[in-house]
């Protein structure tokens, strides 16, 4: 199973991956990041409760530190999750 995290800015909805349509989204706004981290284990938590079969998670890039957070939240979690990443930002 896929699922996408999008996190940023924009209210994405759908996004395209590998030619498949992926609309299980959460949305996530990374303005306060004390806020971020609580929202992003919350969303982590109703992950392991709702759908422990996901073996891939699609994330949108943000910048770095964000990135770097994420990655690390998400790695600990799923250790055998096969993170995606759309698109980068230099």
């Known amino acids: 199973m896929k699922l996408i995290l999008e996190i940023g800015n924009s209210s ?53 530190k964000i990135m770097t957070k994420i990655k690390k939240n998400l790695i600990n979690k799923f250790p055998n999750l096969k993170l995606n990443i759309l698109k980068r930002k230099i």
């Open 12 to 64: 994405t909805k759908l996004a395209v991956y590998n030619g498949f349509k992926i609309s299980n989204i959460n949305y996530l706004e990374n303005i306060d990041n004390s806020r971020f981290l609580v929202n992003l284990n919350n969303i982590i938590k109703n992950l392991v409760l709702k759908k422990p079969n996901i073996n891939q998670i699609v994330i949108s890039y943000v910048n770095r």
